[in-house]
Protein backbone atom coordinates (compact mmCIF):
# COMPACT_ATOMS: atom_id res chain seq x y z
CA UNK A 1 0.00 0.00 0.00
CA UNK A 2 1.08 3.48 -0.71
CA UNK A 3 -0.25 6.62 -0.06
CA UNK A 4 -0.54 10.00 -2.48
CA UNK A 5 -1.09 13.52 -0.22
CA UNK A 6 -2.38 16.12 -2.35
CA UNK A 7 -0.69 19.15 -1.60
CA UNK A 8 -1.12 21.42 -4.28
CA UNK A 9 -3.53 23.83 -5.13
CA UNK A 10 -4.33 27.09 -5.14
CA UNK A 11 -6.20 27.99 -1.83
CA UNK A 12 -8.36 30.42 -3.34
CA UNK A 13 -11.00 30.81 -0.53
CA UNK A 14 -7.98 31.76 1.54
CA UNK A 15 -6.33 34.43 0.35
CA UNK A 16 -4.59 36.67 0.79
CA UNK A 17 -3.02 34.24 3.10
CA UNK A 18 -2.79 31.73 0.26
CA UNK A 19 -0.78 34.44 -2.11
CA UNK A 20 2.35 33.60 0.42
CA UNK A 21 2.13 29.46 1.86
CA UNK A 22 0.30 26.35 0.69
CA UNK A 23 -3.17 25.86 2.27
CA UNK A 24 -1.72 22.90 3.75
CA UNK A 25 0.63 24.19 5.27
CA UNK A 26 -1.42 27.00 7.75
CA UNK A 27 -1.20 25.65 11.20
CA UNK A 28 -3.81 24.72 13.44
CA UNK A 29 -2.55 23.86 17.23
CA UNK A 30 0.87 25.45 16.20
CA UNK A 31 1.20 22.63 13.63
CA UNK A 32 0.60 22.21 9.94
CA UNK A 33 -2.88 20.29 8.95
CA UNK A 34 -0.26 18.70 6.44
CA UNK A 35 1.65 17.13 9.32
CA UNK A 36 -1.61 15.41 10.75
CA UNK A 37 -2.06 13.71 7.30
CA UNK A 38 0.93 12.84 7.52
CA UNK A 39 0.84 11.14 10.99
CA UNK A 40 -2.49 9.43 10.08
CA UNK A 41 -0.40 7.92 6.85
CA UNK A 42 2.83 6.76 8.99
CA UNK A 43 0.63 5.52 12.08
CA UNK A 44 -1.27 3.38 9.42
CA UNK A 45 2.03 1.53 8.33
CA UNK A 46 2.37 3.13 5.10
CA UNK A 47 6.36 4.09 3.81
CA UNK A 48 6.11 5.24 0.37
CA UNK A 49 4.70 8.25 -0.18
CA UNK A 50 3.96 10.82 -3.26
CA UNK A 51 3.36 14.45 -2.22
CA UNK A 52 1.95 16.23 -5.32
CA UNK A 53 3.05 19.88 -4.83
CA UNK A 54 1.95 23.10 -7.16
CA UNK A 55 4.86 25.09 -8.19
CA UNK A 56 4.06 28.03 -6.50
CA UNK A 57 4.03 26.52 -3.08
CA UNK A 58 6.12 23.27 -3.43
CA UNK A 59 9.16 24.59 -2.63
CA UNK A 60 7.90 25.25 0.81
CA UNK A 61 6.07 21.75 1.15
CA UNK A 62 9.32 20.34 0.68
CA UNK A 63 11.00 22.23 3.15
CA UNK A 64 8.81 20.94 5.95
CA UNK A 65 8.60 17.66 5.03
CA UNK A 66 11.84 16.66 3.97
CA UNK A 67 12.82 13.53 2.88
CA UNK A 68 9.62 12.37 5.53
CA UNK A 69 12.04 10.63 8.20
CA UNK A 70 10.51 12.59 10.61
CA UNK A 71 7.13 10.72 9.83
CA UNK A 72 9.54 7.41 9.34
CA UNK A 73 8.37 7.18 5.81
CA UNK A 74 10.16 8.04 1.99
CA UNK A 75 8.97 10.89 -0.04
CA UNK A 76 8.80 11.32 -3.81
CA UNK A 77 7.38 14.72 -4.92
CA UNK A 78 5.16 15.28 -8.02
CA UNK A 79 4.56 18.62 -9.50
CA UNK A 80 1.18 19.32 -11.08
CA UNK A 81 -0.63 21.88 -12.43
CA UNK A 82 -4.30 22.48 -11.39
CA UNK A 83 -5.99 20.30 -13.76
CA UNK A 84 -8.27 17.68 -10.65
CA UNK A 85 -8.24 14.90 -8.54
CA UNK A 86 -7.79 12.64 -11.09
CA UNK A 87 -5.13 14.25 -12.84
CA UNK A 88 -2.96 14.14 -10.09
CA UNK A 89 -3.08 10.17 -9.71
CA UNK A 90 -2.82 10.20 -13.99
CA UNK A 91 0.53 12.34 -13.88
CA UNK A 92 1.46 9.90 -10.31
CA UNK A 93 1.01 6.76 -12.23
CA UNK A 94 4.74 6.57 -12.47
CA UNK A 95 5.36 6.38 -8.33
CA UNK A 96 1.95 4.46 -7.84
CA UNK A 97 2.54 1.79 -10.25
CA UNK A 98 0.22 -1.02 -9.95
CA UNK A 99 0.30 -1.04 -5.94
CA UNK A 100 -3.21 0.02 -4.16
CA UNK A 101 -2.72 3.34 -2.09
CA UNK A 102 -4.54 5.71 -0.64
CA UNK A 103 -5.33 9.20 -1.93
CA UNK A 104 -5.19 11.51 1.44
CA UNK A 105 -6.23 15.80 0.39
CA UNK A 106 -3.51 16.98 2.17
CA UNK A 107 -6.10 19.89 3.87
CA UNK A 108 -8.71 17.84 5.33
CA UNK A 109 -8.34 16.74 8.75
CA UNK A 110 -10.31 13.81 10.25
CA UNK A 111 -11.05 12.91 14.14
CA UNK A 112 -9.48 8.97 13.25
CA UNK A 113 -6.80 7.80 11.67
CA UNK A 114 -6.79 5.66 8.23
CA UNK A 115 -5.90 2.43 9.56
CA UNK A 116 -9.10 0.18 9.67
CA UNK A 117 -10.22 1.76 6.44
CA UNK A 118 -7.13 0.12 4.42
CA UNK A 119 -8.16 -2.72 6.39
CA UNK A 120 -11.99 -3.20 5.01
CA UNK A 121 -10.58 -2.21 1.80
CA UNK A 122 -7.86 -5.30 1.85
CA UNK A 123 -10.42 -7.85 3.72
CA UNK A 124 -13.02 -7.24 1.49
CA UNK A 125 -10.58 -6.62 -2.08
CA UNK A 126 -12.93 -3.51 -2.78
CA UNK A 127 -11.50 -2.04 -5.50
CA UNK A 128 -12.44 1.58 -4.59
CA UNK A 129 -13.24 2.30 -1.00
CA UNK A 130 -14.44 6.47 -0.35
CA UNK A 131 -14.98 8.13 2.80
CA UNK A 132 -18.30 9.54 3.46
CA UNK A 133 -19.57 12.19 6.13
CA UNK A 134 -23.15 13.16 6.98
CA UNK A 135 -23.41 17.03 6.27
CA UNK A 136 -26.31 19.61 6.59
CA UNK A 137 -24.98 21.12 2.98
CA UNK A 138 -24.60 18.61 0.85
CA UNK A 139 -25.09 20.68 -2.10
CA UNK A 140 -21.38 21.98 -1.75
CA UNK A 141 -19.47 18.60 -1.83
CA UNK A 142 -19.44 15.66 -4.22
CA UNK A 143 -22.12 13.39 -3.13
CA UNK A 144 -22.98 9.36 -3.13
CA UNK A 145 -25.84 7.45 -2.79
CA UNK A 146 -25.41 3.77 -1.77
CA UNK A 147 -27.62 0.55 -1.75
CA UNK A 148 -28.48 -1.55 1.20
CA UNK A 149 -25.04 -3.19 1.24
CA UNK A 150 -23.40 -0.08 1.24
CA UNK A 151 -21.96 0.12 -2.69
CA UNK A 152 -21.37 2.99 -3.80
CA UNK A 153 -24.18 3.34 -7.30
CA UNK A 154 -23.67 6.68 -7.95
CA UNK A 155 -21.97 10.18 -7.84
CA UNK A 156 -22.69 13.69 -8.08
CA UNK A 157 -20.62 16.69 -7.93
CA UNK A 158 -22.12 19.52 -6.01
CA UNK A 159 -25.54 18.86 -6.96
CA UNK A 160 -28.23 21.55 -7.13
CA UNK A 161 -30.71 18.69 -5.66
CA UNK A 162 -28.33 16.11 -3.43
CA UNK A 163 -30.03 12.58 -3.29
CA UNK A 164 -28.41 12.59 -0.23
CA UNK A 165 -26.35 14.13 2.50
CA UNK A 166 -23.36 12.02 2.30
CA UNK A 167 -20.32 13.81 1.37
CA UNK A 168 -16.91 13.01 -0.06
CA UNK A 169 -14.47 12.79 2.39
CA UNK A 170 -11.11 13.86 0.91
CA UNK A 171 -10.30 10.56 1.39
CA UNK A 172 -9.92 7.08 -1.32
CA UNK A 173 -8.70 3.80 -1.41
CA UNK A 174 -7.74 2.85 -4.78
CA UNK A 175 -6.73 -0.07 -6.29
CA UNK A 176 -4.80 -0.27 -10.03
CA UNK A 177 -7.85 -0.11 -11.64
CA UNK A 178 -8.69 3.48 -10.89
CA UNK A 179 -5.73 4.35 -13.66
CA UNK A 180 -8.21 2.30 -16.30
CA UNK A 181 -11.02 4.85 -15.15
CA UNK A 182 -9.06 7.74 -15.33
CA UNK A 183 -8.20 6.83 -19.03
CA UNK A 184 -12.14 6.54 -19.97
CA UNK A 185 -13.29 10.10 -18.57
CA UNK A 186 -12.69 13.50 -20.08
CA UNK A 187 -12.41 17.04 -18.09
CA UNK A 188 -15.31 18.42 -16.83
CA UNK A 189 -16.86 21.68 -17.70
CA UNK A 190 -14.25 23.41 -14.82
CA UNK A 191 -11.45 21.86 -17.14
CA UNK A 192 -10.39 19.11 -14.80
CA UNK A 193 -10.50 15.23 -14.40
CA UNK A 194 -12.71 14.89 -11.58
CA UNK A 195 -12.29 12.19 -9.25
CA UNK A 196 -16.11 11.59 -8.95
CA UNK A 197 -16.23 10.81 -12.36
CA UNK A 198 -13.43 8.67 -12.29
CA UNK A 199 -15.15 6.82 -9.17
CA UNK A 200 -18.47 6.70 -11.13
CA UNK A 201 -16.31 5.19 -14.25
CA UNK A 202 -15.23 2.05 -11.74
CA UNK A 203 -18.88 2.00 -10.79
CA UNK A 204 -20.16 1.74 -14.62
CA UNK A 205 -17.24 -0.71 -15.60
CA UNK A 206 -18.84 -3.32 -12.57
CA UNK A 207 -15.69 -2.74 -10.42
CA UNK A 208 -16.36 -3.02 -6.36
CA UNK A 209 -16.60 0.15 -5.18
CA UNK A 210 -17.98 0.73 -1.23
CA UNK A 211 -18.26 3.60 1.10
CA UNK A 212 -17.70 4.07 4.44
CA UNK A 213 -19.16 6.44 6.43
CA UNK A 214 -17.13 8.52 9.10
CA UNK A 215 -18.22 8.66 12.51
CA UNK A 216 -16.09 11.39 14.54
CA UNK A 217 -15.84 14.88 12.52
CA UNK A 218 -14.11 16.14 9.36
CA UNK A 219 -13.19 19.34 8.38
CA UNK A 220 -12.20 20.56 4.99
CA UNK A 221 -9.77 23.23 6.26
CA UNK A 222 -10.75 25.47 2.75
CA UNK A 223 -11.79 28.62 4.43
CA UNK A 224 -11.10 30.96 7.23
CA UNK A 225 -13.96 30.10 9.78
CA UNK A 226 -12.80 25.98 8.97
CA UNK A 227 -8.89 26.60 9.84
CA UNK A 228 -10.25 28.20 13.45
CA UNK A 229 -12.72 25.08 13.58
CA UNK A 230 -9.72 23.23 13.25
CA UNK A 231 -7.65 24.70 15.40
CA UNK A 232 -10.65 24.60 18.17
CA UNK A 233 -10.76 20.73 17.68
CA UNK A 234 -7.23 19.68 17.46
CA UNK A 235 -6.63 21.86 21.14
CA UNK A 236 -9.63 20.08 22.09
CA UNK A 237 -8.42 16.37 21.10
CA UNK A 238 -4.61 16.52 21.85
CA UNK A 239 -3.83 19.43 24.53
CA UNK A 240 -4.87 16.95 27.44
CA UNK A 241 -1.81 18.58 30.02
CA UNK A 242 -1.02 22.08 30.84
CA UNK A 243 2.95 22.35 29.36
CA UNK A 244 4.94 25.13 30.34
CA UNK A 245 8.35 25.35 28.85
CA UNK A 246 8.88 29.59 29.28
CA UNK A 247 8.75 31.96 31.76
CA UNK A 248 5.60 33.02 33.24
CA UNK A 249 5.82 35.55 36.24
CA UNK A 250 4.00 35.51 39.50
CA UNK A 251 1.43 38.67 38.47
CA UNK A 252 0.27 35.76 35.54
CA UNK A 253 -2.68 33.34 35.77
CA UNK A 254 -2.53 30.02 33.87
CA UNK A 255 -5.60 28.53 33.50
CA UNK A 256 -6.51 25.29 32.24
CA UNK A 257 -4.77 23.27 29.42
CA UNK A 258 -2.44 25.49 28.32
CA UNK A 259 1.45 24.90 26.33
CA UNK A 260 4.40 27.48 26.64
CA UNK A 261 7.35 26.90 24.37
CA UNK A 262 10.96 27.31 25.39
CA UNK A 263 12.05 31.17 25.47
CA UNK A 264 8.39 32.76 25.98
CA UNK A 265 8.29 35.15 28.36
CA UNK A 266 4.46 36.01 29.85
CA UNK A 267 4.58 38.70 32.01
CA UNK A 268 1.43 40.13 33.78
CA UNK A 269 -0.63 38.15 31.70
CA UNK A 270 -3.89 35.81 31.67
CA UNK A 271 -3.75 32.40 29.50
CA UNK A 272 -7.15 30.35 29.94
CA UNK A 273 -7.08 27.36 27.76
CA UNK A 274 -6.67 25.36 25.65
CA UNK A 275 -4.06 27.40 23.78
CA UNK A 276 -0.91 27.21 22.60
CA UNK A 277 2.08 29.59 22.76
CA UNK A 278 4.98 28.92 20.08
CA UNK A 279 8.76 29.66 21.16
CA UNK A 280 10.61 32.83 21.80
CA UNK A 281 7.11 34.68 22.24
CA UNK A 282 6.36 37.96 24.46
CA UNK A 283 2.90 38.09 25.73
CA UNK A 284 2.65 41.25 28.11
CA UNK A 285 -0.19 42.61 30.11
CA UNK A 286 -2.45 40.66 28.04
CA UNK A 287 -5.56 38.23 28.03
CA UNK A 288 -5.00 35.03 25.43
CA UNK A 289 -8.18 33.40 25.72
CA UNK A 290 -9.55 29.82 25.03
CA UNK A 291 -8.93 28.26 21.28
CA UNK A 292 -6.08 30.55 20.29
CA UNK A 293 -3.03 29.01 18.29
CA UNK A 294 0.37 31.67 18.39
CA UNK A 295 3.28 30.81 16.38
CA UNK A 296 7.08 31.17 17.14
CA UNK A 297 8.78 34.70 18.08
CA UNK A 298 5.52 36.45 18.42
CA UNK A 299 4.84 39.54 20.53
CA UNK A 300 1.18 40.43 22.47
CA UNK A 301 1.04 43.63 23.87
CA UNK A 302 -1.61 45.09 26.23
CA UNK A 303 -4.30 43.19 24.00
CA UNK A 304 -6.81 40.64 24.43
CA UNK A 305 -6.85 37.96 21.94
CA UNK A 306 -9.37 34.89 21.68
CA UNK A 307 -9.85 32.03 18.95
CA UNK A 308 -7.27 32.95 16.78
CA UNK A 309 -4.88 31.85 14.67
CA UNK A 310 -1.68 33.82 14.57
CA UNK A 311 1.53 33.06 12.81
CA UNK A 312 5.09 33.24 13.28
CA UNK A 313 6.47 36.58 13.69
CA UNK A 314 3.66 38.30 14.64
CA UNK A 315 3.29 41.85 16.78
CA UNK A 316 -0.17 43.25 18.60
CA UNK A 317 0.08 45.65 20.34
CA UNK A 318 -2.70 47.79 22.65
CA UNK A 319 -5.68 46.04 20.74
CA UNK A 320 -8.56 46.21 23.14
CA UNK A 321 -10.19 42.59 21.37
CA UNK A 322 -9.33 40.31 18.63
CA UNK A 323 -11.72 37.59 17.97
CA UNK A 324 -12.09 34.55 15.39
CA UNK A 325 -9.45 36.09 13.42
CA UNK A 326 -6.18 34.51 11.47
CA UNK A 327 -3.57 35.53 11.12
CA UNK A 328 -0.64 35.30 8.35
CA UNK A 329 3.39 35.59 8.90
CA UNK A 330 5.34 38.70 10.06
CA UNK A 331 2.18 40.91 10.28
CA UNK A 332 1.90 44.26 13.03
CA UNK A 333 -1.54 44.86 14.66
CA UNK A 334 -1.15 48.46 15.93
CA UNK A 335 -4.41 50.49 17.74
CA UNK A 336 -4.03 54.14 17.82
CA UNK A 337 -7.53 55.32 18.00
CA UNK A 338 -10.66 53.89 19.82
CA UNK A 339 -12.16 51.17 17.94
CA UNK A 340 -12.34 47.80 19.98
CA UNK A 341 -13.46 44.30 18.72
CA UNK A 342 -11.70 43.23 15.25
CA UNK A 343 -12.31 40.00 13.49
CA UNK A 344 -9.64 39.79 10.62
CA UNK A 345 -7.99 37.39 8.22
CA UNK A 346 -4.45 38.95 7.24
CA UNK A 347 -1.86 37.52 4.79
CA UNK A 348 1.97 37.49 5.14
CA UNK A 349 3.95 41.00 6.19
CA UNK A 350 0.31 42.77 6.64
CA UNK A 351 0.83 45.95 8.71
CA UNK A 352 -2.59 47.55 10.24
CA UNK A 353 -3.37 50.27 11.90
CA UNK A 354 -6.47 51.25 14.24
Not at 230 to 256: C, H, P, Q
Not at 273 to 281: A, D, E, Q
Request: contains cysteine; aromatic residues 6%; charged residues 25%.
Amino acid sequence: MKALVLSGGKGTRLRPLTFTTAKQLIPVGNKPILGYVLDHVSQAGIRDVGVVIARDTGEDVKKYVGDGSEWGISVRYILQEPYGLAHAVKISKGFLADDNFVMYLGDNLLGTGIHDLIKKFETESLDALILLKEVENPGAFGVAVLDRQGNVIKLIEKPKSPPSNLALVGVYIFSPKIHTAIGRIRPSWRGELEITDAIQEMINLGYKVKAEILGSWWLDTGKKDDVLDANALVLDEFLKTTLIDGNVDSESKIKGRVKIGVGTNVINSTIRGPCVIGRNCQIVNSFIGPYTSIGDNSKIINSDVEYCVILNDVEIHNIHRLEESLIGRSCRIVRDGNRRMLKLTLGDFSSVSI
